[in-house]
């Protein structure tokens, strides 16, 4: 059974950073494609950024291209999302997930529907 737990939301003063991590379990992070998603209140959920398996190419939403760095530790088996210069707009549950297939390697943005396994979130909150 797929597991995903995520780790290290909090508050956060606008500027400031946090490190956000995925424990998975169930699966290999190496060999899957891991995403990052968020939903801030009243919204849907949207795409942040996501990474090919093995640590491959990585793609990000322009909200938080050049802000945010999505990493996986094969040997830990997580994926983690760095995240600084936080914005208000930031304030947002943020889900892990992982890719319904393993070895699948993707040119461009996943979609939502590319992820079949979900973290149950962690809240960020950005203060300004």
């Known amino acids: 059974q797929v597991q995903l737990v995520e780790s290290g939301g909090g508050l956060v003063q606008a500027g400031g950073s946090l490190r956000l991590s995925c424990a998975a379990s169930?699966?290999?992070?190496?060999?899957?494609?891991m995403g990052w998603f968020r939903q801030a209140p009243g919204k849907e959920r949207e795409f942040v950024g996501s990474?090919?398996?093995?640590?491959?190419?990585?793609y990000y939403a322009d909200s938080v291209k050049g802000r945010f760095t999505i990493s996986v530790d094969n040997a830990k088996n997580t994926a983690a999302l760095q995240m600084s210069s936080l914005k208000p707009e930031d304030t947002a549950v943020y889900y892990c997930?992982?890719?319904?297939?393993?070895?699948?390697?993707?040119?461009?943005?996943?979609?939502?529907?590319?992820?079949?396994?979900w973290g149950q979130g962690t809240q960020v909150t950005v203060s300004s």
């Open positions: 169930g699966l290999t992070v190496r060999t899957h494609a």
């Open positions: 990474i090919n398996w093995s640590g491959g190419s990585t």
């Open positions: 997930a992982a890719d319904k297939y393993n070895w699948r390697t993707y040119y461009r943005a996943p979609e939502e529907a590319d992820f079949g396994s």
